[in-house]
């Protein structure tokens, strides 16, 4: 909310300047009330006409980088606002020939509406453009912000204590029993330890490294909960060496172990599916659901808020969610256009 007053505020300032310093910068002789009055027609009537055009102007062009779907938004809008100059100042001249203004017109009797709209282009266009570069500045600045409230999300992601705890906890008591399989589950968790720790750090990760800190992250659940949850993970990766963040999609799988149903009457299970297909990057995880509540902290674990605000930042429009909760089980599905 507070964002979008400011885009507000952004608009209102620009455009009342603007029409300010056209209108009172004006050699006729003219009143200052006609020039007042011209500047709040002129400025309002930009405002209105400009405005629709931002959200999707602006802001998607700049996630999605669609060059030419800009230029073409970017020409209509200064044809709109031509077309609205020509016919506010025809509304002027109209009132000035019936008495009630003494300005001169803004553009000659002797054009035609169309050469009126096209000589207004150039300085429609000029303006379009400063504005352009002020929205454009904001919005990167926004984007820049929310990037560091991003990275600050993945460093108290990178490693989670409780999970820690409890695997730190269960390597002990294994080293009683079998020595091998807990230095075994201890150098996998290492693994996953290390890779949070420095990759984490890093703006983007190939993928075939983070499927290896996913599987690695896998291993080390499925030791800790041995025959109590079955677990079943598909992956299909035709290039592994395409760029995501990293520590993208470990939230999901995590709450897939959070959450699952562990009765001692019935196993759990966890099936997650992996695929990357030429751009497109499929993440579905499926659980069965506990039907006891799960604890939350006073941060109340990671949510999909935080991962959502990550998606959004880094993929835009170019990724989608889906999540079904029924009775008994979790569905999550994720698509990312890499």
Known sequence: MEKNLTKYWIFIIFWTAITMLISFASQDDVSAYEKGLNSFCFALGSILVTLPFSNKLFIRTLQNHKTLSFLIKFLVMSL?????YVLLSELF????????LTSEKMYSDEQTFFLQIMDAMPGTMAASLLLCGILLY???SNLQKALLESQLQVLHAQINPHFMFNVLNYI??????????ASELLLKYSD??????????QETVKLEQEVTFLKNFIDVEKFRWEDKVDVSCTWHIENGNKEIPPLILIPFIENAFKHVSRSTNEKGFIYINLEQRKRILSLKVENSKSNKPVKKGKEGGIGLDNIKKRLQIHYGERYSLT????????????????
């Open 80 to 84: 709109f606002l031509s077309i609205m």
């Open 93 to 100: 001249s109209y009132f000035k020939i019936k008495g009630f």
């Open 138 to 140: 904001y919005e990167y």
């Open 172 to 181: 002990h008591v294994l080293m009683q029993k079998d020595t091998g399989l």
């Open 192 to 201: 996953t330890l290390r890779y949070q720790l420095y990759n984490g750090k």
């Open 323 to 338: 999540v079904k909760e029924m009775d008994t089980v979790y569905f999550l599905q994720l698509i990312i256009c890499i």
